[in-house]
């Protein structure tokens, strides 16, 4: 591979990693707030939520748009809202209705982030680089996640609250200066088809839901990420119970710390899923791991009444059982994308996932407060249970993939 070519990957890996920086802020102070606000656990899923309706309602445009225009523009605008979202709940926000709305801004700015930076790879790198670079680049936002968690948690430890959001602001003036390194002097590879698609207009949408094996893939990725970001919402809440019912004394940054190596087993978990994806097949795979996070997240909700390391040892296999089709299902979007649409369809495969990222959170925060709140263990029982549906919808989406599609091994992507 090229110097240029590592320096852009590096680059852009590493930028995704500090635009991240804000994704966590909230979960990790999650009982706190709760605390200081006093929140119900469905309000405080509305503010989890909140991040990911920004994301759904900005998606269409700022990935949409990267068909027409180069991503990097979106990129950095993406990070300049991560500023303003970052120091603007650090300074104004106040309760739910102010939380929710810099929290919004947050997620509008993972819209301008999060699929342009993969744009911005592929636009870049040979078709044989491009097969290998996704599931790295996607598993940069699990990192991204699980670093979040240890500077939110030592930053609140050694300050308070509002420095870590001012600090996740300013993590994303770093992701532009990446971005600028990461791409100089490297011009955009034509990417044109021998038959081309028809012109569309780069917000139409509708042709990506014609497309039955890219939608299938789709829907599959709405259902992980509603088990996904509902586990990352309410991790670190779901460990300091554990701890509370098992360990004496107060937990200091054992939860944050455990919640950051909890979430990065899912970096090693999404690259040997999408590498064994391209071997043995993408829909099989997917659906083996789908049914395998749901039987471990039903143990993880149980988890809650043993041992605290017990509990710890059950959520690094739920997350590595999430986070496995990660990869895959990205991949397997790209792959189905046809000529002129892989910004329309990264968008659709975004704006689908990520509802599902709205539902997730807010759904297990009304399972716990269903089963009288986050204090009593059949309140967890029933909040994993509705955590994780989202994998069992997403065996159930897969199963739509036709199965004459091509060999994923052949495909570009």
Not at 191 to 218: G, M, S, T, W
Request: charged share 10%; glycine share 10%; net charge positive.
């Amino acid at each position: 591979m090229k110097k240029q070519s590592v320096r852009l990957i590096s680059c852009i890996l590493l930028a995704e990693i500090f635009s991240m920086a804000g994704f966590s802020t909230f979960a990790a102070i999650l009982v706190e707030f709760s605390r200081l606000w006093g929140l119900s656990s469905t309000d405080a899923g509305w503010i989890s939520s909140a991040y990911f309706m920004g994301y759904v309602l900005a998606v269409p445009v700022l990935v949409g748009m990267t068909d027409r225009i180069d991503a990097r523009k979106i990129y950095m605008a993406g990070c300049v809202l991560g500023v303003i979202s970052g120091t603007g709940f650090a300074c104004q926000a106040m309760g739910m209705k102010s939380a929710m709305f810099f929290r919004a801004l947050a997620g509008a700015s993972l819209a301008g982030t999060y699929m342009p930076g993969l744009r911005i790879l592929t636009e870049r790198l040979s078709q044989k680089s491009r097969l290998r670079v996704v599931p790295y680049y996607t598993a940069s936002f699990g990192i991204g996640v699980s670093l979040s968690f240890l500077l939110t948690g030592w930053i609140v430890q050694s300050f308070d609250w509002h420095i870590a959001f001012l600090i996740s602001g300013f993590c994303s003036v770093a992701a532009i200066v990446l971005i600028w390194i990461g791409t100089l002097g490297i011009a955009r590879i034509s990417q044109e088809d021998p038959c081309p698609a028809p012109k569309r207009h780069p917000l139409d949408l509708r042709p990506v839901f014609a497309n039955r094996e890219a939608l299938a893939y789709i829907l599959a990725y709405s259902g992980h990420c509603w088990e996904l970001l509902a586990l990352r919402s309410w991790l670190p809440a779901f460990l300091l119970f554990a701890w509370t019912r098992s360990q004496a004394g107060q937990p200091g940054n054992t939860v944050t710390q455990w919640s950051t190596l909890i979430v990065l087993i899912g970096v090693p978990a999404s690259i040997i899923g999408a590498e064994v994806a391209t071997q043995h097949g993408r829909k099989q795979l997917i659906q083996k791991i789908a049914i395998a996070s749901v039987v471990s997240g039903i143990f993880a909700g149980l988890s809650g009444t043993l041992p605290f390391w017990v509990a710890v040892l059950a959520l690094f296999a739920y997350n590595f059982a999430v986070t496995a089709d990660s990869g895959a299902l990205t991949t397997g979007a790209l792959a189905a994308a046809r000529p002129g649409e892989q910004g329309a369809t990264l968008a659709v495969h975004s704006i689908l996932g990520f509802i599902g990222g709205i539902i997730g959170p807010l759904a297990v925060g009304l399972g716990l407060d269903m089963g009288g709140g986050i204090t009593r263990i059949q309140a967890w029982y029933l909040g994993f249970l509705f955590m994780a549906a989202g994998s069992a919808i997403a065996a159930c989406a897969i199963s739509l993939v036709p199965d004459h599609v091509r060999n994923d091994r052949n495909s570009p992507f």
